[in-house]
């Protein structure tokens, strides 16, 4: 992979985030980038995000209306989203923080529909560990922001520094929730008890970003999200990645949730979402 450590002046591959940036994301468990996509690239995957929601196969998990509320596994059915993966701005930054050549452990799309379920609280690792066999907590889920998202659209809502504290034990799969079969079926919820002392000892914020900003955080953090009231549109895309030598040794789950192709991704040019308009 690329030497990350020659100086910025001398390399136009330097290190994508600064320092400051890299402290934030140690520490906290995040870091937002704002406006990384311009908004002809912001249309031209929100159209890809569209489309592929509107696939009839069990990817597309739905609300109890049929509406559909996320798609796993974007990048396997279009060109467009799959390029996103390989964009600088996405691959560039992971390789930074993780220090290694990565992969896609998982994709999605996720609709936050007016009125749609929340999403309890959980760390994409704990599934990620319990039922896809990735050994370790090192990995990072990237939100790409499609909308402007604030306080009125569900926000993401994490619990900053919750990534030391390593998988939490209590987790389980709640067979009663109403969106089992669909969305929550391999997801360990928190219990209310270890949510209570996580926030009592570290608070619990708010992340909010303009479309085209990016979310990079850590995977072991510790999220969910609440019903969108509003009537304002919340979609965002992610791409969760692992380092080449922490992936998944069980494969329970079809390649839409868990990857098979481990190759290191090599990033493209930074116009390849751009071109793919013309
Ligand atoms: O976008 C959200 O509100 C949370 C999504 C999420 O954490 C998930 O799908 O696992």
């Known amino acids: 992979m690329t030497d990350h450590t020659t100086d910025e002046a001398t390399d ?3 290190d994508p985030l600064r320092d400051g940036q890299v402290a934030e994301y140690r520490d906290r468990g995040w870091v937002v980038v704002p406006d990384v996509f311009s908004p002809a690239e912001v249309e031209l995957l929100g159209a890809a995000a569209i489309e592929v929601l509107d696939r009839p196969g069990p990817e597309v998990g739905r609300e109890a209306d049929g509406a559909p509320s996320i798609c796993w596994g974007m990048h396997l059915f279009d060109e467009r989203l799959a390029t996103l993966t390989r964009h ?3 691959v560039e930054p992971a390789r930074q923080l993780l220090g290694n050549d990565i992969f896609v452990h998982q994709s999605r799309i996720n609709m936050k529909q007016p009125n749609g379920s929340i999403v309890a609280w959980h760390q994409d690792f704990g599934t990620y560990h319990r ?3 990735v050994p370790e907590p090192r990995g990072i889920m990237i939100a790409v922001f499609l909308d402007d998202v604030t306080a009125v659209n569900a926000p993401l809502l994490a619990v ?6 390593g998988l939490v034990s209590t987790a389980w799969i709640d067979p009663s929730s109403t969106d089992h ?3 929550s079926k391999y997801r360990y919820d928190i219990t209310d008890d270890t949510m209570a002392d996580l926030v009592d000892r570290y608070g619990l914020d708010v992340i909010t970003a303009s479309a085209g900003s990016l979310l990079f955080m850590d995977m072991t953090v510790v999220h969910g999200s609440s019903v969108n009231i509003s009537p304002l549109r919340r ?3 992610y791409i969760n990645v692992c380092p080449v030598d922490n992936r998944g040794e069980r494969y329970e789950r079809p390649e839409y ?3 098979r ?3 290191p991704i090599e990033p493209l040019d930074p116009d390849c979402l751009i071109r793919l308009a013309a």
């Open 160 to 165: 900053p520094g919750s990534h030391r504290e």
């Open 181 to 183: 079969e669909q969305v």
């Open 131 to 133: 039922v896809d066999g």
């Open 235 to 237: 979609l965002l895309l």
């Open 257 to 259: 949730y868990a990857a």
């Open 261 to 263: 192709d481990f190759s």
């Open 12 to 14: 136009e591959r330097a």
């Open 88 to 90: 600088p701005a996405i």
